[in-house]
């Protein structure tokens, strides 16, 4: 609509320009010409303006939808969780983890696929919340600054008070078979501990993940294809596409499942 208008509008113009001259009795064509293409240039000008504000608008669009729809997938799985109802075969237990009712090891792989993509789920939910933001309230008038001069708030819980507090509540859903990241984003000092409360954009052309395949399976882990589908289409990209990675699932002597080989896709 915007690049109607500005085309019209040159048109407009240039037709008043001819009209001007030969009511004047200075009807020359180059004057029209200069003035038609003064008139187109200040077109294409308004048009590439009015694709710049459009292109901004719709990323910003983008962006926004997919900061919803990890807050609402995040809302989801707590809301899982919290109600323990996954399937009939498993639950996640009070932490997000995912508990089998009887012998996962007698489950069918459809059942071991459905489970692997309920505790994916929630192993991004709860790497969200520790890597990007913090999961604890933060007083951000109490910091401390590494070497490179990052600024960590104190975690306010009391029952925080050491790294080992920190990974405690991680490894409720995370395997510690498996390294973290928290050393980069938490400190320990005096009793207390501090929080990076990094924060960064999601990215807008993530759509979904889903469990795709069983790679192989071990006596306490279990690996699988999770194929994490993009689109690039509303910017201007290449379209759809997608991209599988590795992911396990360990299990411990109870039988509760927790996220091993993982990585954030968004």
């Known amino acids: 609509m915007k690049r109607t ?19 004047t009795g200075k009807a020359d ?101 520790f890597t990007v933001g913090s999961p604890y309230e933060l007083d951000m008038n109490d910091y401390i600054e590494n070497q490179y ?37 938490y400190m320990e000092k005096d009793g207390h501990v501090y929080a990076l409360d990094g924060s960064r954009g999601a990215n807008i052309f993530y759509g979904y993940s889903k469990i795709t395949d069983i790679r192989s399976k071990g006596e306490d882990e279990i690996f699988f294809t999770v194929t994490n589908y993009y689109d690039e289409t509303d910017f201007g990209g290449e379209g759809p596409y997608s991209e599988e990675e590795e992911f396990s699932v360990v299990i411990d002597s109870e039988g509760v499942w927790r996220a091993g080989k993982f990585r954030l896709p968004y």
């Open 5 to 23: 208008i500005a085309m019209l509008s040159a048109l407009t113009l240039a037709a008043c320009a001819a009209s001007c001259n030969e009511k």
């Open 149 to 185: 001069n990052w600024q960590f708030y104190r975690i306010k819980d009391a029952n925080i008070t050491s790294m080992a507090d920190i990974r405690a509540d991680y490894h409720k859903v995370f395997s510690d078979r498996y390294p973290d990241e928290l050393d980069l984003l």
């Open 29 to 129: 064509h180059s004057d029209v010409s200069t003035a038609a293409a003064s008139t187109t240039e200040a077109a294409t000008e308004a048009e590439t303006e009015s694709d710049a504000t459009e292109t901004a608008a719709s990323t910003k669009k983008a962006a926004e939808t997919q900061t919803q729809s990890v807050t609402t997938a995040a809302a989801s799985v707590t809301t899982a969780a919290q109600s323990g109802s996954s399937d009939a075969n498993f639950t996640y237990d009070a932490n997000g983890a995912v508990q089998f009712k009887e012998d996962s090891a007698e489950a069918d792989d459809q059942t071991l696929m459905a489970a692997a993509q309920a505790l994916y789920e929630s192993a991004c939910k709860t790497q969200w919340y």
